[in-house]
């Protein structure tokens, strides 16, 4: 992201946290996902050029939506769009202060809508690799270009496969699925986080020989998810998960020296990260009396490795 260098790390964390909140509203709104990426991605860009002389607004996520939502609403127009097939295009006369609206009391409705972007990323008709970039790009506004670089692919063929993954599911339903479906489609998004989460640690070479980011995104989406399901449905595999990947990552440091990967028995054990073991240890603790399920077993196993003072005395 280029512009006035000292708004770069605010605009940073703005894409960070907000874009997978303000797509939700977008795409709910307009149902088309072009549209709604690239309106966003507009906003952003107006951003880079209008603050650094306007100054940053009182709220940045509302004039992000309001700048989208103009946007989008100018391309339809552009392209000449019958007002029938977008009935839920309704302009505002103040959209300032609908945005604000929107971004302070959406509460229950942004929740559910950003679940239903997540599941829409997970969507069976993908396979599992687009639905990893799909949702890196559209739930965590990870940029084509990064998400290319986590892959080991060209920014070219990442582009391609995220066109291709996008024109499958755009005409598919906004829906959130109830009972064993949502917990279905819920353990779909956990394969695709734990996917990529993986890919970050396969054997690469040179600079990529370990793509700590890639794992960190996944673990940013497995928050993510936790935070917007329904205060219902039982979090325990995902805490599992969560945990996993928590005690795994945590050892990021240790894992390369030399430009070589380094085995868990010859790692420096200094180095890792104990706030992260501690948090995976946290999640862990309500869950030792559970039936046993994949996640979980490989989590005990990592808590072990985890908590043992040397590869020795593992329990």
Aim: charged residues 25%; glycine residues 6%.
């Amino acid at each position: 992201m280029t512009g006035d260098r000292s708004l770069q790390p605010l605009l940073e964390q703005l894409l960070h946290d907000e874009w997978g909140r303000l797509l939700a509203l977008l795409v709910t709104r307009f149902r088309r996902l072009d549209l709604a990426e690239d309106g966003l991605g507009e906003a952003f860009e107006a951003a880079i050029r209008v603050w650094p002389t306007a100054g940053v607004p009182d709220n940045p996520p509302a004039w992000l939506l309001t700048t989208a939502r103009r946007t989008i609403l100018d391309r339809i127009r552009a392209e000449g769009v019958a007002a029938r097939k977008f009935p839920l295009l309704v302009v505002d006369a103040d959209r300032n202060a609908e945005a604000g609206r929107v971004m302070a009391d959406a509460g229950e409705t942004l929740v559910d809508e950003r679940l239903r972007l997540v599941l829409l990323c997970a969507h069976p008709t993908l396979s599992p690799e687009a639905a990893a970039a799909l949702t890196l790009r559209l739930v965590l506004g990870v940029k084509t270009e990064d998400i290319a670089r986590l892959f080991l692919l060209q920014p070219a063929t990442m582009s391609a496969r995220l066109t291709r993954a996008r024109k499958k599911v755009a005409g598919e339903r906004l829906t959130v699925p109830s009972g064993d479906e949502l917990v279905e489609r819920v353990g779909l998004v956990c394969e695709i986080a734990y996917l990529a989460f993986t890919a970050g640690y396969a054997p690469g070479s040179g600079p990529d020989v370990l793509r700590a980011e890639l794992s960190g995104e996944a673990i940013r989406l497995i928050r993510v998810l936790r935070s917007i399901l329904p205060a219902w449905y039982d979090r325990s595999d995902l805490d599992a998960l969560l945990a996993l990947m928590l005690l795994q990552h945590s050892h990021r440091d240790a894992r390369v020296r030399d430009g070589r990967l380094v085995l868990l028995p010859d790692q420096d054990r200094s180095l890792w990260r104990q706030d992260e073991i501690a948090e995976a240890l946290d999640l862990l603790t309500p869950l030792a009396t559970a039936p046993a399920a994949p996640y979980l077993v490989q989590a005990l196993i990592a808590a072990e490795h985890a908590i043992a003072p040397t590869e020795g005395e593992t329990a």
